[in-house]
């Protein structure tokens, strides 16, 4: 068979694959996408969170998604922590264009998304399996996959990107994935064709609206989700430690699924005159975050890259988010192939930001239960606080939905808790907003007020310049609309609240920070620059001195460095 040439192998056809491929063929790139599967097909994680869709919006498939007549979630209600009473979050409380999204059927959904990618010009192979990455002088060059008919083939690629879910095939290659052990679980799950009962028939407080949330209840043996689908279909999943059903058939495990549900007190009138619908399976929920999103020649995404846990329906919004940041990232690789390096460290330092926060929250989720009679759940404690974020920032950040913000103003709100929410949230949790550390947060934001002392050019010359203690000097990736821009970014701590202070400035003056440390004056520093540049541009000292003391006059109004007397 032929090989196919292209600019993109992506590997999977889930949310994550097929919306990448779609923002990159729009961005005219060659993309082959192979999947080996075919649509539809059965897939577990209904539950979405508002930010999808702005994600959905930049690849031009909401307007596929609204139609498709999913059940509306907006918001979710909870039975956890010290008793028994449900509490509920809605997403109408956070200020925002979307106050709600979808509760989806994954095989409609998934297809969806597919079928856009191919009608966007995606190279779309289903059946397609994927063994492994080529390499070729320690990079990936290509794919090998073999089809429904038997017939092995390569994809030759510029770029090849797994996004295969947590079958992760090149994080399996590459030996990248570490298993987080404090979230290590097991997800049974099926579907019930329920009757007309909702939550707000059984449940009092609830508003009409509230008939599409997710319903969470926690049981002795882990907890139960309820999701309602279109059509009267209810997904029903069990989350429990695997070593509650290791040695049961699979037919006993079902039957354990079953007893659970039929146990459950808070589903049994909401399930009164269902039935089950035939279908069972069970997945690994096992934490894992690979040691690396990127390698030469190749990048990892969605649940390919790190899957969090169910608690918090991340999943597609995490795997969404770093599409977006993916699609910058290649982009600029494939441009402009120097910058690679900063643009795939870029997009792992975002994007695994983001996942650890979903961690750090996941954690302090369990650690909230209180039935002390619940074995399970003790196992569940978290670890050192101190080595976490507080409750506070955990809940801050989720509620803000990207638990970072960015540029993207409109996706900051995945999660759904808003500051309005915390008190229900930590009350039903038994909680107290304060009851952990508080540990500064680093953001970028725009630097405090220029010191009021004015540093000449020759003054910056003359002494002996040092960054101030706890300044960070690095190459950056600045973040713009027409894609990534590389920049020196230098972090100052100690700004307004506490904050980090972020200083950009263009990337060659990393030469001159690089020998900024406090041992030579500014004059010292040019000459050494013209020795280092000898045989290029601009060598002579004296052509370098304006530059290097402007660079340092600038940093010490900032702040960001002292000036020694010699």
């Known amino acids: 068979m032929r090989a196919v040439e292209c600019d993109v192998a992506v590997v999977g056809g889930g949310p994550a694959g097929s919306s990448l491929a779609t ?10 996408l192979l999947e080996r599967e075919r649509f539809p097909r059965p897939h577990v994680g209904e539950s979405m969170l508002p930010g999808v869709l702005f994600a959905l919006g930049k690849t031009g498939a909401l307007e596929r998604v609204e139609r498709a007549g999913f059940t509306k979630k907006y918001g979710a209600t909870y039975i956890w922590g010290r008793g028994r009473d449900p509490w509920t979050i809605r997403f109408s409380e956070v200020p925002q264009d979307r106050t709600f999204t979808f509760q989806c059927d994954r095989e409609v959904f998934d297809k969806l998304l597919l079928d856009h990618a191919r009608d966007e010009g995606v190279d779309v192979r289903e059946g397609h399996q994927v063994t492994r990455a080529h390499m070729t002088d320690g990079r990936a060059t290509g794919l090998s996959f073999t089809n429904d008919d038997g017939e092995s083939g390569e994809v030759r690629a510029r770029m090849c990107v797994d996004a295969s879910g947590q079958w992760s095939v090149l994080g ?10 404090n979230l290590r679980h097991v997800a049974l799950f099926g579907h019930y064709h329920g009757g007309p009962t909702t939550l707000p028939d059984v449940l009092t407080d609830m508003e009409p609206t509230d008939a599409g949330n997710v319903y969470v209840v926690a049981v002795d043996d882990g907890w139960l989700w309820h999701i309602p689908l279109a059509g009267g279909l209810r997904s029903i999943g069990l989350v429990t430690d695997p070593e509650r059903i290791r040695g049961m058939s699979r037919t006993q495990r079902r039957k354990y699924w079953q007893r659970q549900i039929e146990s459950c007190e808070e589903y049994k009138e909401l399930l009164e005159g269902g039935r089950w619908a035939g279908d069972f399976d069970i997945v690994s929920d096992w934490s894992f975050i690979c040691k690396q999103f990127h390698g030469p020649g190749y990048l990892l995404v969605g649940d390919a890259a790190c899957f969090v846990d169910p608690i918090l329906a991340s999943g597609i919004a995490l795997a969404l988010q770093g599409v977006l940041r993916a699609t910058k990232a290649i982009r600029t690789s494939l441009e402009a192939p120097d910058l690679t390096g900063l643009a795939m460290d870029w997009y792992q330092d975002g994007y695994l930001e983001q996942a650890n ?8 989720w369990y650690h909230g239960q209180r039935l002390q009679e619940s074995w399970f759940w003790t196992a569940h404690r978290l670890v050192d606080p101190s080595q976490n974020l507080s409750l506070r920032q955990a809940f801050v950040f989720i509620s803000s939905g990207l638990t970072r913000e ?6 900051r709100y995945m999660g759904g808790f808003t500051p309005g929410q915390l008190a229900v949230t930590y009350e039903a949790l038994g909680l107290e907003a304060d009851s952990a550390p508080e540990h500064p947060v680093e953001s970028s934001t725009v630097p405090a007020a ?12 003359a002494g002996r310049p040092a960054f101030v203690t706890g300044a960070d000097v690095r190459a950056w990736m600045l973040e713009t609309e027409s894609g990534l821009q590389p920049v020196t970014r230098v972090a100052i701590p100690g700004g307004a609240n506490g904050d980090t202070r972020e200083i950009l400035m263009s990337l060659p003056t990393l030469s001159v920070l690089n020998l900024l440390d406090g041992t030579r004056t500014g004059d010292q520093m040019a000459r050494t620059m013209a020795e280092r540049f000898s045989g290029s541009v601009r060598t002579d000292a004296a052509a370098l001195r304006p530059i290097v003391g402007s660079v340092i006059a600038e940093l010490a109004a900032e702040g960001a460095v002292d000036l020694k007397t010699p």
Not at 23 to 32: D, E, H, M
Not at 172 to 181: A, I, P, Y
Not at 357 to 364: E, L, P, R
Not at 450 to 461: F, G
């Open 23 to 32: 923002l990159l063929k729009q961005g005219g790139y060659r993309v082959t």
């Open 357 to 364: 926060d979903f961690v750090d929250m996941a954690n302090h």
């Open 172 to 181: 399996r290659q590459f030996r990248l994935r570490e298993h987080n052990e």
């Open 406 to 411: 960015t540029p993207e103003e409109s996706i």
């Open 450 to 461: 220029r010191r009021e002392i004015a540093v000449t050019a020759e003054q910056a010359l």
